[in-house]
Nanobody
């Protein structure tokens, strides 16, 4: 059984930084391409926004335009963990952040990912 567990969320001020972690268990870590998504307050699950993606090997990453240059996705095989480093946080980054994984898909479409975590809340105040 594949399990994804996010951690690292919290409440911070405008301009601060946070690093989210996603621990993967239940299948070989390298077999999953990983993504981060977020669900803003008042939005439905279907409206989750793509944030960042990293391929199976970690050699390729891509980002939503809204976070490009501020957020960095990375993965550490020895710890079965994917990270999202978030710098220069803004109030509009407030959301529940989810990590997702898939053995075959590498992209921005949330509906293509098989595995999801429960989410971690990030609140950014001005």
């Amino acid at each position: 059984q594949v399990q994804l567990g996010e951690s690292g969320g919290g409440s911070v001020q405008d301009g601060a930084s946070l690093t989210l972690s996603c621990l993967v268990s239940g299948r070989p870590f390298g077999s999953l391409a990983m993504g981060w998504f977020r669900q803003a307050p008042g939005k439905e699950r279907e409206e989750r926004e793509f944030v960042a993606h990293i391929t199976w090997s970690g050699k390729t990453t891509f980002y939503a335009d809204s976070v490009k240059g501020r957020f960095t996705i990375s993965r550490e095989s020895g710890k079965n963990t994917v990270y999202l480093r978030m710098n220069s946080l803004k109030p509009e980054d407030t959301a529940v952040y989810y990590c997702a994984g898939d053995p075959l898909y590498s992209g921005r479409d949330q509906f293509e990912y098989d595995y999801w975590g429960q989410g971690t809340q990030v609140n950014v105040s001005s």
